[in-house]
């Protein structure tokens, strides 16, 4: 690894040493122009940063496996006191309305889907 590391920091330094015989880039500005040339006078759409959609979607990930998980303790606990007739309705009833629940708090199905609904990716 330290060969590699050496052999990097070289041809760093002989690109440094060469950058007085590069050919001049264009200005700042030059390159500015150029790119709203090709959009008319409107700005490219920024594109949102992706550390925040990343750590969004993990975040969502997270949470709503910690929900689904709490619910059906909760639906399991208050149905299984029930005869076994009324249980297995409870629970059916109780299961469609915690998808309905988990779809009103992460409206796009998917983490990304989510995300992007709350415009962070």
């Not at 910690?66 to 639906?75: E, L, N, P, S, V």
């Not at 109780?94 to 415009?119: E, Q």
Request: net charge positive.
């Amino acid at each position: 690894m330290l060969p590699i590391y050496f052999l990097f920091l070289i041809s760093c330094s002989a690109l440094a040493k060469s950058e007085n015989e590069a050919p001049e880039m264009p200005s700042h500005s030059e390159s500015l122009n150029s790119l709203m040339d090709g959009y008319g006078n409107d700005l490219p759409k920024v594109r949102p940063n992706i550390i925040f959609c990343c750590v969004c979607q993990e975040a969502i990930k997270q949470a709503k496996a910690a929900i689904i998980q709490k619910m059906t303790q909760k639906i399991n606990y208050v149905c299984y006191k029930f005869i076994e007739a009324f249980r297995k309705i409870c629970i059916q009833r109780a299961m469609r309305y915690r998808d309905i629940i988990l779809y009103k708090l992460f409206p796009g199905g998917s983490p990304r889907g989510t995300c992007l609904k709350i415009k962070l990716c």
